[in-house]
T-cell receptor, first 113, second 114 residues
Framework: GDSVTQMEGPVTLSEEAFLTINCTYT??????LFWYVQYPGEGLQLLLK?????DKGSNKGFEATYRKETTSFHLEKGSVQVSDSAVYFC????????????FGSGTRLLVRP | SAVISQKPSRDICQRGTSLTIQCQVD?????MFWYRQQPGQSLTLIAT?????????ESGFVIDKFPISRPNLTFSTLTVSNMSPEDSSIYLC???????????FGSGTRLTVV
């Protein structure tokens, strides 16, 4: 079945450092890909998405490119802030008619001043 | 995009009792889903809430334990029945927005069973 694999956390960075969180997927058909962020004590917020190969999603300085050849959707940010500390989830929507979202395990990011 | 109001935001319940969680969407969504997030874990899909008919449950989840209703396009409830401490989790509802096909989440219900 479809699945998402994320890098293990926690990831600890200093403010203004470069961030990469790896995400790879296994899916049949043509999935849509998402990154969600969960701040402490809150629900999930959509960070960015991409619906087809080579699409780049971007928001709040975060970017991710849908790479079909490597089945990846890595999240990047050039300069992180303390306020970016949160848990980041990679997810996919299968290309079938179920419309279910399948989530990766989540990666906790801690940014130190 | 749609905004989902979920309540209660948290509750502490006695084992053997039941809790009903409500989600209200401010605009129409095509599909609604219920997830469970155990402490420090990812989200696991419990079921897809179908309007006016029985929900579609994922493997490992059954209707007797997690009855779900969706009487119209903008409202759904999840009941956690005969609770045990193992049911202590965050429960989240989600809707697939009919306009932009994004997925919006409620703020979650943090349930503790004692």
């Amino acid at each position: 079945g479809d699945s998402v694999t994320q890098m293990e956390g926690p990831v600890t960075l200093s403010e203004e450092a470069f961030l990469t969180i790896n995400c790879t997927y296994t899916a049949t058909g043509y999935p849509s890909l998402f990154w969600y962020v969960q701040y402490p004590g809150e629900g999930l917020q959509l960070l960015l998405k991409a619906t087809k190969a080579d699409d780049k999603g971007s928001n709040k300085g975060f970017e991710a490119t849908y790479r079909k050849e490597t089945t990846s959707f890595h999240l990047e940010k050039g300069s992180v802030q303390v306020s970016d500390s949160a848990v980041y989830f990679c997810a996919l929507k299968s290309g079938d008619s179920s419309y279910k979202l399948i989530f990766g395990s989540g990666t906790r990011l801690l940014v130190r001043p | 995009s749609a905004v989902i109001s979920q309540k209660p935001s948290r509750d502490i319940c006695q084992r053997g009792t039941s809790l009903t969680i409500q989600c209200q969407v401010d605009s129409q969504v095509t599909m609604m889903f219920w997830y469970r997030q155990q402490p420090g874990q990812s989200l696991t899909l419990i079921a897809t809430a179908n309007q006016g008919s029985e929900a579609t449950y994922e493997s490992g989840f059954v209707i007797d334990k997690f009855p779900i209703s969706r009487p119209n396009l903008t409202f759904s409830t999840l009941t956690v029945s005969n609770m045990s401490p193992e049911d202590s989790s965050i429960y989240l509802c989600s809707g697939r927005d009919r306009d932009n096909y994004g997925y919006t989440f409620g703020s979650g219900t943090r349930l503790t069973v004692v």
